[in-house]
């Protein structure tokens, strides 16, 4: 197969929050048609880095750095430029669909809409095409729904609704973020499949943001890891679940409760906190937590190929898959499992005198 061209290129992308840096020299390309997950624990700057390749940035917030699409920089672009592409070639969803749908405008008009503004369509032609996208979506009683408010909808419902609006003009880069956390469980994996197909059935390409590694592990073709609004490991993602580089990496793998588990087995997390964002650590981000953690960690290490292999880049200094460091670190495990121990125990002792 001949090497695809970058549908999205994005190179050194900041995000600022006033003056204080939240995502820090971001980058990482998609190809045509290619699905990449977008993991990392809360506040890594996930949602900041999809609204900035959308252009949706909230006042007081700023990027810098180059976001090529089709090797045309959306950085650069003025907002009448940036609308001609959203919602045609580039679109997004949210987690809430409350926040895409208008609630005062009837879901068929709203469907309608971008087949009128970027197709040219006229009030008959695109109320067919919306009534169409309703239905390949699976909206039930689809004609109805044309005529309903947002608020007479399920949330599945929405959540179809608002994939629709979307798609409805076959996109080139579709963002979903987190679309399924507010919906219960069994129409999470049907809005999941939907978005597989959809993008399949267009050859859309797809950032998939979310918390749930299963998902990663079943729908996308590569893993970007996100720690503190850095890139910290990206990868295929089957190379990424069999061979993880970065101690982060291997911290959440080993928090995904495992089939065998008991089943109310709490979820387990990482040791320890993000950092402080306004303070960051001067060096890795991640050095506080991190278990293989040594001197030369002070100094930022760069995102660079695994063993030569350019599919697969990691920002850490060690080797994790050396048996050696793998002792060191579980050594210091131990140590710091001991020192949390021993500060129980005095903490307990301290109480009990008191009484
Ligand atoms: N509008 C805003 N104003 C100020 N700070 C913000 C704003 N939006 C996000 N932040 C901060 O930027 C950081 C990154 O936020 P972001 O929403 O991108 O995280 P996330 O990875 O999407 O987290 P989650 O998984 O919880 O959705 C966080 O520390 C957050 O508090
Ligand atoms: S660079 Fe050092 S502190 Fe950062 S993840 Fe690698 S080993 Fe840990
Ligand atoms: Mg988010």
């Given at each position: 197969m001949p090497p695809q061209d970058d549908i999205l290129k994005i190179e050194d992308l900041t995000v600022r929050v006033g003056a204080?840096?939240?995502v820090h020299h971001l980058r990482f390309a998609l190809q045509a048609g290619q699905r990449t997950g977008l993991i990392g624990e809360s506040g890594s700057g996930k949602t900041l880095t999809a609204l900035a390749i959308m252009g949706l940035l909230a006042e007081g917030l700023s990027a810098t750095?180059?976001?090529?699409?089709?090797?045309?920089?959306?950085?650069a672009m003025s907002e009448r430029e940036l609308c001609q592409l959203r919602g045609d070639r580039l679109a997004m969803v949210f987690q809430e669909p409350m926040t895409a749908l208008n609630p005062v405008m009837k879901i068929g008009a709203q469907v309608a809409e971008p087949l009128r503004l970027h197709r040219n369509m006229g009030a008959r032609e695109a109320h067919a095409a919306a009534l169409q996208a309703l239905e390949r979506v699976h909206v039930p009683a689809a004609a109805e729904k044309m005529l309903a408010y947002p608020h007479q909808l399920s949330g599945g419902q929405r959540q179809r609704a608002m994939i629709a609006m979307a798609t409805a003009c076959s996109p080139d880069l579709l963002i979903a973020d987190e679309p399924t956390t507010a919906l219960d469980v069994t129409v999470q994996a049907q809005i999941l499949e939907l978005i597989d197909g959809v993008a399949t059935d267009f050859g859309t390409a797809v950032i998939l943001i979310t918390h749930d590694l299963g998902v990663v592990a079943g729908m996308t073709d590569r893993v970007?890891?996100?720690?503190?609004?850095?890139v910290v490991e990206t990868a295929p993602t089957d190379e990424l679940?069999?061979?993880p580089r970065h101690p982060y990496t291997l911290g959440l793998l080993s928090s995904v409760p495992r089939?065998?588990?008991?089943?109310?087995?709490?979820?387990?997390?990482?040791?320890?906190?993000?950092?402080?964002?306004?303070?960051?650590?001067?060096?890795c981000p991640f050095m506080p937590r991190c278990a293989f953690a040594r001197a030369i960690c002070r100094t930022m290490p760069p995102l660079d190929p695994v063993a030569s292999n350019a599919a697969?880049?990691?920002?850490?200094w060690v080797d994790v898959s050396d048996p050696k460091e793998q002792a060191y670190a579980e050594k210091r495990r131990q140590?710091?499992?001991?020192?949390?121990?021993?500060?129980?125990?005095?903490?307990?002792?301290?109480?009990?005198?008191?009484?």
């Open positions: 204080i840096e939240v750095g180059r976001v090529l699409y089709r090797d045309r920089d959306l950085l970007v890891v996100m720690y503190a609004g850095k679940f069999a061979n089939l065998d588990e008991e089943r109310h087995s709490q979820l387990r997390t990482i040791e320890g906190s993000p950092p402080d964002l306004v303070k960051p650590p001067t060096g697969h880049l990691k920002a850490c140590a710091r499992k001991e020192r949390m121990q021993a500060a129980i125990r005095e903490a307990a002792l301290q109480t009990s005198e008191e009484k």
